[in-house]
């Protein structure tokens, strides 16, 4: 097993991409705590071979620190928390602005800050951020803030990475395309009353994927175990797309 003895700390397991990796983390050897703002999603992850299951709002500096003092050192952090907003700068609100920048970003200070510590304490550790190909990557119309703040967490996470390259610690960031997932259903049925239909607001997404198809969370969870493992012990600051040409 690709993670066998290593313990993974991971945000936003409750759906998508965050609950695929999770699951991949377990079948590969690792003991996974898996957190989620809502613990009701975080069922079935212990059936799946999950070691622990916990509430944790990302955007509570005091939860996070309570729980890396409760399990560092980790082995692995995988920072998947996040929220879409849609629209241009003239749709954005203050309230949008700082609620985006909190969540996407500021949640990933908040983990790497509680557990880098003990990664530096045992001389090693990966660091994995879900990022975005709609950021400093790719601009997408409607995604303003949302690009905006996964642009930084590509910068976060370069600098981390350039910081403790050193100390044993990685960094990366990865970044989907359009993944199937129920946040992606709720922007379809959003843009369903937009458009006229479901099916006409799917296909919508689906016809930005060069590839004709939506990308599946356990696609993006095959990159993360790769980046946990020690196959990659010589890959970090990357920003490694899964995105089905999404870019190109």
Not at 17 to 40: H, L, N, Q, S
Not at 79 to 85: E, R, S, W, Y
Not at 175 to 192: D, K, N
Request: charged content about 25%; hydrophobic content about 45%.
């Amino acid at each position: 097993m690709r993670l066998q003895g290593k313990i993974a700390f991971c945000t936003a397991s409750g759906a998508g991409i965050g609950r695929a990796t999770a699951i991949a983390f377990a079948r590969e050897g690792a003991r996974v705590i898996a957190t989620d703002i809502d613990a009701k999603k975080l069922e079935g992850l212990k059936e799946e071979g999950v070691a622990e299951c916990l509430e944790l709002d990302v955007r509570d500096t005091a939860s996070i620190e309570a729980l890396a003092k409760r399990f560092s050192p980790v082995d692995i952090l995988f920072n998947a928390a996040g929220f879409v907003h849609h629209g241009t700068v003239l749709d954005c609100t203050d309230e949008e602005w700082d609620f985006a920048f909190d969540l996407n970003v500021r949640s990933m200070h908040r983990t790497i800050k509680a557990f880098l510590p003990g990664m530096l304490e045992k001389g090693s550790g990966s660091i994995i951020n879900v990022a975005s190909a709609a950021s400093s990557i790719r601009g997408i119309p409607n995604r303003y803030v949302y690009g905006t703040t996964k642009a930084a967490v590509i910068g976060l996470t370069k600098s981390v990475a350039a910081d403790f390259i050193r100390r044993g610690i990685r960094c990366n960031a990865i970044c989907p395309g359009t993944i199937q997932s129920p946040s992606l259903e709720e922007r379809i049925s959003a843009l369903a009353k937009t458009v006229g239909s479901v099916e006409k607001a799917r296909q919508m997404f689906i016809e930005r994927q060069p590839m004709g198809r939506l990308g599946l969370p356990e696609e993006v969870a095959a990159l993360a175990v790769y980046l946990a493992s020690d196959e990659s012990a010589f890959t970090t600051g990357t920003t490694m797309l899964v995105d089905g040409g999404f870019a190109l």
